[in-house]
């Protein structure tokens, strides 16, 4: 199955249309080290930024809650991008995971470690807050729910506001993983 969305290009897009596209391609997405592309050579968004020129309101909110969990969070670097490479593999997105390579090696993933997460494994990580956050993002990728005991090793790691950010970016990339199955055309 190919792509269902035509990109649109800067000029086609209406005002609350190019509001979105401003906040995604001018906020820190496009300020940091940029690890993959957000527009073809034309302008277009790329990935599961396209669909949310879709609904200019909820394409700004859902832009803004994927800033705030990868650039507000109190989630360390090597570990949020663990977490984002475990949902790429439960939902087998090939663009999430390719472009969370290469922020997770910028962030110093290593290639074994980001090999086991492609493969839906844990790494051996020597961290053992890296390693929470791990085994709760299997558990809700899994379960959709933590037992008392994950949530209280969870909690003794990053805290309730970490864990709050956790299930939230679960929550934000496995929605980003489903838009692209529908709309970009990416395989189960």
């Known amino acids: 199955m190919g792509a269902r969305l035509a990109g649109l290009l800067p000029g086609e ?18 300020a940091g080290p940029q690890a993959f592309a957000l527009t073809d050579p034309e302008g277009r968004l790329l990935g599961p930024f396209n669909a949310m020129l879709l609904s200019p309101p909820v394409g700004l909110a ?13 989630l360390g670097g090597r570990a949020r991008e663990m977490a984002i490479l475990a949902v790429a593999a439960h939902w087998n997105s090939a663009f999430e995971r390719d472009a969370h390579e290469a ?23 020597a961290d053992p807050g890296e390693r929470s956050v ?10 959709g729910a933590l037992s008392d005991e ?6 003794s790691a990053v805290g309730e506001r970490g864990l709050f ?3 939230t970016l679960v929550g934000y990339y496995a929605t980003l993983a489903l838009q692209l199955r529908v709309f970009a055309g990416e395989g189960p």
């Open 150 to 155: 994950e949530y209280a090793d969870i909690v």
């Open 103 to 125: 922020v997770g090696r910028a962030a110093g993933l290593t290639e074994p470690e980001m090999a086991a997460l492609r493969t839906g494994a844990a790494p051996d990580v």
């Open 62 to 74: 859902l832009q803004a809650v994927g800033a705030a969990v990868r650039y507000g969070s109190t």
């Open 13 to 30: 897009l209406d005002e609350e249309q190019a509001d979105v596209y401003q906040a995604i391609i001018g906020g820190p997405r496009a």
């Open 134 to 143: 791990l085994r709760a993002t299997r558990a809700l990728l899994r379960h």
């Open 165 to 167: 950010e956790l299930t």
